[in-house]
């Protein structure tokens, strides 16, 4: 009888401290998992990448895609207020700058989780202390995140030179293979 009770309590206080880390945490976008989602766009699953949509822009005049065919472009779906955004970028930093004399494009999709993530003063005060010198667009209706179906941020799209999206990585991690694909796509024709 002890066991059972002992193990209907712990049931109960996981869900009361997953909901109230969740309630507390203001996700109104997602809510995360300890799993982190890969996908590889191969063969005939090819998709053309949706255009970006019009927000402020940091760092460069407005970007189309169409405008970068001919260049690989990394999209970053980030959010200035996430740590795990902020984890990724130093290597996001570091591929456009070794690459972006060699064809690669770095696009920063902004898409807020909190309303004081939205105001553009505050981001381009972010873009500044975290030294991002690629383009950044504000995304704050959501309209890029939704017309690649973003889940979580950091989400990175990799699009090829023809504008197809050849490679989607959400969460940390892999920056290797990333960096490989890079490369790859770098060197197609």
């Not at 795990?84 to 930093?93: A, D, E, S």
């Not at 995304?139 to 990799?158: E, G, I, K, M, R």
Request: charge should be negative.
């Amino acid at each position: 009888m002890d066991r059972r009770r002992n193990l209907l309590i712990g049931v109960v206080v996981g869900i009361a401290i997953v909901g109230t880390s969740i309630y507390a945490s203001g996700f109104t976008r997602q809510l995360l998992s300890p799993f982190r989602i890969i996908t590889a766009h191969k063969g005939s699953d090819l998709s053309v990448a949706p255009d970006l949509a019009a927000g402020d822009w940091i760092n460069s005049e407005p970007l189309t895609l169409k405008d970068l065919r001919g260049r690989v472009v990394l999209i970053d779906f980030w959010t200035f207020g996430c740590y795990n955004c902020r984890n990724t970028l130093p290597f996001i930093k570091g591929w456009h700058d070794r690459y972006r004399d060699k064809g690669l494009t770095v696009v920063g999709v902004h898409s807020p989780e909190f309303d004081y993530e939205k105001e553009v003063a505050n981001l381009r005060r972010e873009v500044t202390s975290l030294g991002i010198h690629y383009p950044v667009v504000s995304d704050n209706d959501y309209q890029t995140w939704d017309a690649y179906n973003v889940a979580a941020w950091p989400t990175v799209v990799l699009i090829d030179k023809a504008g197809r999206i050849r490679w989607t990585h959400v969460g940390e991690g892999d920056y290797d293979e990333a960096e490989r694909l890079i490369q790859k796509l770098l060197a197609e024709t």
